[in-house]
T-cell receptor
Framework: GDSVTQMEGPVTLSEEAFLTINCTYT??????LFWYVQYPGEGLQLLLK?????DKGSNKGFEATYRKETTSFHLEKGSVQVSDSAVYFC???????????FGKGTTLSVSS | EAGVTQSPTHLIKTRGQQATLRCSPI?????VYWYQQALGLGLQFLLW???????NRGNFPPRFSGRQFPNYSSELNVNALELEDSALYLC?????????????FGSGTQLSVL
């Protein structure tokens, strides 16, 4: 079945450092790919998405490119801030009629 | 506009009891999803309801069940509670259109089984 694998955390960075959180997927067909974020004390919210190969999703300085050849959707940000500290979830949705499948989440902690 | 609301916020039960969790979707949303967020396991898909019918089910035993009411609110029932059912249960809603629609999540119900 469909699955998502993302790098284990926690990831600890200093402010203004470069961030990469790796995400790879297994799916039949052409899934839509997502990154959701869970800030402390808040519900999950969509960060960005990409719906076809080579699409780049971007939001709040974060970006991720849908790479079909490597079945990856890595999240990147050039300069992280303390306010980016959160848990990040990679997710995919395969064929119509299937639910959104999440990875285990990666905790990011940014210090000033 | 009100977001997805879940109740109760916290629920404490003992092993063997039943738990009922409730979710109200955003107005106009017909799909409701339930996820379990247990420590170290990420979000695991439980159930998906749309227009009152169960559309898909995750890899959970039958003691996890639910329903969706005519007003699209939903209820998750967990029977014969086990210690490992302790987790944050998240509800999400969406307007079912395509595979890339956005899900809106509630803040969850923290279930503790003692």
């Amino acid at each position: 079945g469909d699955s998502v694998t993302q790098m284990e955390g926690p990831v600890t960075l200093s402010e203004e450092a470069f961030l990469t959180i790796n995400c790879t997927y297994t799916a039949t067909g052409y899934p839509s790919l997502f990154w959701y974020v869970q800030y402390p004390g808040e519900g999950l919210q969509l960060l960005l998405k990409a719906t076809k190969a080579d699409d780049k999703g971007s939001n709040k300085g974060f970006e991720a490119t849908y790479r079909k050849e490597t079945t990856s959707f890595h999240l990147e940000k050039g300069s992280v801030q303390v306010s980016d500290s959160a848990v990040y979830f990679c997710a995919l949705r395969g064929q119509a009629g299937t639910a959104l499948i999440f990875g285990k989440g990666t905790t990011l902690s940014v210090s000033s | 506009e009100a977001g997805v609301t879940q109740s109760p916020t916290h629920l404490i039960k003992t092993r063997g009891q039943q738990a009922t969790l409730r979710c109200s979707p955003i107005s106009g949303h017909t799909s409701v999803y339930w996820y379990q967020q247990a420590l170290g396991l990420g979000l695991q898909f439980l159930l998906w309801y749309d227009e009152g019918e169960e559309r898909n089910r995750g890899n959970f035993p039958p003691r996890f069940s639910g329903r969706q009411f005519p007003n699209y609110s939903s209820e998750l029932n967990v029977n014969a509670l086990e210690l490992e059912d302790s987790a944050l249960y998240l509800c999400a809603s969406s307007v079912l259109k395509t595979t890339n629609e956005k899900l809106f999540f509630g803040s969850g119900t923290q279930l503790s089984v003692l």
